[in-house]
């Protein structure tokens, strides 16, 4: 199956400072991306749509200036967590379709701890 | 409001016996249901979708549009089965997936 990789796969910052999570599409080109957050023994929540080449789609409730979402390219998509504060800390998932309703691939998630 | 609803958090049987992973949906349309999987510090995975009406690993899950349940079922489980399971949902809305709040299924020896 195709392959999604985030980076990286742990990160502790400090609350006022930002982190940027990688996501690629290893073995495949992906127009649109997604990001998901999981919180302990919680489920996925869709957190925005990433369209290449297009600004991202947030899902009501989460904050765009907090959540930067870039889709520069057909294999990259990029969150950054601005001013990161504690109850930031949680587990971020990015997901790629090679086309429309077709299956999704995940990354292995990174987990973003803010001390 | 589109709606997963996985209602155990948590089901533990012995090995052999058959499992039932529970899923309702509230969705307008009809949406793609599909079932993800997560081993033990694993990545999430793909198990089944309904369209494909196909067995994986022995698992089968029916999509029921008069009950809206898409449960997911095996005869005899087995301790490698032991992990989190997704019911997820996908409208016509470009790939977004609504998911359950997820199910634990520990198989014992």
């Known amino acids: 199956g195709a392959v999604v990789s985030q980076h990286p796969s742990r990160v502790i910052c400090k609350s006022g400072t930002s982190v940027k999570i990688e996501c690629r599409s290893l073995?495949?080109?992906?127009?649109?991306m997604f990001w998901y957050r999981q919180f302990p023994k919680q489920s996925l929540m869709l957190m925005a749509t990433s369209n290449e080449g297009s600004k991202a789609t947030y899902e009501q409730g989460v904050e765009k200036d907090k959540f930067l979402i870039n889709h520069a390219s057909l294999t990259l998509s990029t969150l950054t967590v601005t001013s990161a504060h504690p109850e930031d800390s949680s587990f971020y998932i990015c997901?790629?379709?090679?086309?429309?309703?077709?299956?999704?691939?995940f990354g292995q998630g990174t987990r973003l701890t803010v001390v | 409001a589109q709606r997963v609803t996985q209602p155990e958090k948590l089901l533990s049987v012995f090995k052999g016996a058959p499992v039932e992973l529970k899923c309702n949906y509230s969705y307008s349309g009809s949406p793609e249901l599909f079932w993800y999987v997560q081993y033990s510090r694993q990545r999430l995975q793909l198990l089944l979708r309904h369209i494909s009406r196909e067995s994986i690993k022995g698992f089968t899950a029916d999509l029921n549009k008069g009950e809206t349940s898409f449960h997911l079922k095996k005869p005899f489980a087995q301790e490698e089965d032991s992990a989190m399971y997704y019911c997820?949902?996908?409208?016509?809305?470009?790939?977004?997936?609504?998911f359950g709040q997820g199910t634990e299924l520990s198989v014992k020896p």
């Open positions: 073995d495949f080109q992906a127009t649109t």
């Open positions: 997901s790629a379709e090679v086309a429309l309703n077709t299956e999704a691939f």
């Open positions: 997820a949902a996908e409208g016509n809305q470009g790939g977004k997936l609504i």
